[in-house]
């Protein structure tokens, strides 16, 4: 029997975009834990994803973020807490019940199938009627710009177009949640960017609430509203991108988000004292004592006076340069400046603080 | 050891040398038969030809004659089928299961579908004797229920070519997304993996027709009579007529054989072609 099946997300209007308001979810884990074998994987994690948000998961290998991910979509069971989407605790939902879209790291389209069928996959499984089905699926492969790939297979594609043909099928049943596990990281520098952009612009289009598990800092901060930064099956600090750059909590999420030079200083009164600057210091209050300051590459300048050093090497990066800088305490130091300036490496020059807050590790402190 | 030695080792034979060993090997299968099919023509000890083996087949004396024997391939193909069965409603789904739900007992597996290779059919036959007077019993004593030792027998090839399929193909994945899209177990088995194993099953499936087809020692023993025991009754009367059979059962194998080749490498755009 085919029943009608109604989907909720809005639909775009002819230039892409929609006036529709957010259709999603919202998300919440309440104290999850996951273990395996004695590893903690998940150490009671709180999260809310509000209706139309791209929360980004963030974090270096073995942190929890895809055991996170795959819990919310039930390809992983959890030891205790719960998660709900809207309202209803799903911890016991099959993963198939669960209303959600899900874009692997792995290329997974089905390899028998064309790319019209993969993505009418998700609406035969819900009974759409055939001609609907076909319609809708073109659709949607007309948002990530595949139509006339759409009786392609999946070896005839390269892997972007693989990965957009994943997200099409992940999308085209307009689900509650949106879930995508590291879904950019097979591929090459700029098809990332590329894809990652048009992720972002059909999830804003569509509303659709999405959780984005990335260990790539650039990425999670380009795309996402809000960024959790997890450590050892814990979330460190969750924020906007921004808040996460300039007021990060710990010196963790310091390091792991943006570059830092570690620098040695003295920590007195809760002030950093670092080659005769005080600086603020970001984050939990810490005992006085030698410290190292972590400082942001634009928080160093290249200047007439001030500390003395010596080029290691200077690289172009387009829009700025960053040069390495050995001062004479022997520190290594990142410095990003404009490119019309060029420090040959060898050469002697003088580098200053800009007196930009600074968040600080335990001298001690391996990370 | 130098690179130079290196390289020496393991470089591939020159064309020759293929050439040399494609032929040998094909001498080493191809003059038996050619001797067969040369003796299924030979008119007794006279020395010259005749096609009256051949056309004797099909005329209505022969048909009485050789009843026994069309019985036995009746009963050889129902074997054949039933074995099947049993590798793809047991075997496949337990296979499965293994790989993506219990990988640690995926080298249990292996070393139990492997354990029968090793094992001689005579010995086999010891041991299914107690079995199958139980059997007999529940299920009475008809030739089709030998399918239950031969799909012991089959399990090391049956095993082997699924496997193979099943490491191929990223399983975990493709069942994974599919599971998001809303599918359940049993849609994920036929319309996502079945698909992609299509290879290795009908690998499977063939072997296990080839192996039940030239299987002789164990219908024996268990005073069963299948198409191998038949051809040994037929060639102690008429050994041209045995020696026919015989070749069509090798024909049949070979068939089998090219089909699994040519589907195995047809791709799914020409497929769908």
């Known amino acids: ?367 | 050891m130098s690179a130079n030695q290196a390289v020496r080792i393991g470089a591939e034979p020159s064309a020759l040398a293929r050439r040399l060993i494609l032929g040998i090997i094909g001498a080493i299968f191809l003059i038996p038969v050619i001797a067969m099919i040369e003796f299924t023509f030979r008119n007794g000890l006279a020395g010259d030809y005749t096609t009256s083996h051949w056309t004797g087949l099909f005329s209505e004396d022969s048909a009485r004659t050789y009843r026994g024997l069309y019985q036995a391939i009746e009963n050889s193909l129902v074997l054949a089928a039933v074995t099947v069965g049993i590798v793809l409603v047991l075997l496949l789904p337990t296979m499965v299961l293994v790989h993506m739900q219990f990988p640690r007992l995926k080298r249990t597996l292996e070393f139990i579908c492997i354990i029968p290779i090793t094992v001689p059919a005579i010995v086999l036959v010891v041991g299914l004797a107690p079995v199958y007077s139980v059997v007999v019993q529940v299920l009475g004593g008809s030739t089709w229920t030998l399918a239950f030792a031969y799909g012991i027998t089959v399990l090391p090839y049956a095993y082997r070519a699924i496997q193979s399929n099943l490491d191929a193909i990223p399983v975990k994945t493709l069942s994974e997304a599919a599971s998001t899209l809303g599918a359940g177990w049993m849609t994920v088995l036929w319309k996502i993996l079945l698909p992609n194993l299509r290879r290795g099953v009908l690998a499977a499936s063939f072997i296990s027709i080839a192996v039940v087809l030239g299987e002789f020692t164990i219908a024996s023993l268990l005073n069963r009579r299948n198409l191998q025991t038949a051809l040994l009754q037929v060639s102690q009367s008429d050994p041209w007529v045995a020696v026919i059979f015989a070749l069509a059962a090798l024909a049949l194998a070979f068939v089998l054989l090219l089909i699994i080749g040519r589907l195995g490498a047809a791709s799914p755009s020409r497929r769908k072609s």
């Open chain 1, 1 to 367: 029997m085919t029943a009608t099946f109604t989907l909720t997300g809005p639909t775009p209007t002819t230039d892409g975009a929609s006036a529709a308001p957010p259709t999603g979810a919202t998300v919440q884990l309440s104290a999850v834990v996951k273990a395996f074998a004695g590893h903690t994987a998940l150490n009671s994690i709180d999260l809310e994803v509000a209706p139309g948000e791209l929360v980004a998961l963030l974090g270096p290998s073995g942190c929890g973020k895809t055991t996170a991910l795959r819990s919310i979509s039930g390809l992983e069971s959890i030891d205790s807490g719960r998660i709900v989407i809207d309202g209803v605790d799903v911890a016991d939902t099959p993963t198939n019940k669960r209303d959600i879209g899900m874009v692997f790291q792995a290329y997974s389209l089905f390899p028998h199938m064309t790319v019209l069928e993969n993505v009418e996959f998700g609406l035969k499984m819900r009974k759409v009627a055939a001609a609907r089905r076909r319609e809708r699926a073109l659709e949607t492969l007309d948002m990530v710009g595949l139509t006339k790939h759409s009786e392609r297979f999946a070896h005839q594609l390269s892997g972007g177009q693989q990965q957009r043909v994943a997200l099409a099928r992940a999308l085209v049943t307009r689900p509650r949640v949106l879930l995508l596990d590291e879904p950019l990281s097979a591929l090459d520098a700029k098809v990332r960017v590329q894809l990652r952009e048009e992720i972002r612009r059909l999830q804003t289009e569509l509303g659709i609430t999405t959780v984005f598990v990335t260990h790539d800092q650039e990425e999670a901060l380009a795309v996402a509203d809000r960024v959790a930064v997890m450590r050892d099956g814990r979330i460190e600090q969750i924020g906007t991108p921004e808040e996460l750059y300039a007021t990060p909590t710990n010196a963790f999420v310091a390091d792991f988000v943006g570059l830092s030079n570690r620098m040695p200083a003295e920590l007195i009164d809760g002030q950093v004292h670092l080659h005769g600057c005080t600086l603020n210091l970001l984050g939990d209050p810490m005992p006085d004592g030698p410290v190292l300051a972590l400082v942001r590459p634009e928080d160093i300048a290249l200047s007439t006076e001030g500390i003395a050093g010596t080029v290691i090497s200077s690289s172009f990066l387009g829009s700025l340069r960053r040069t390495r800088v050995r001062l004479d305490d022997g520190t290594v130091v990142a410095i990003q400046h404009e490119v019309e300036r060029h420090p040959l490496p060898g050469e002697a020059v003088t580098v200053r603080l800009k007196g930009a807050p600074v968040s600080a590790l335990p001298a001690k402190a391996k990370n």
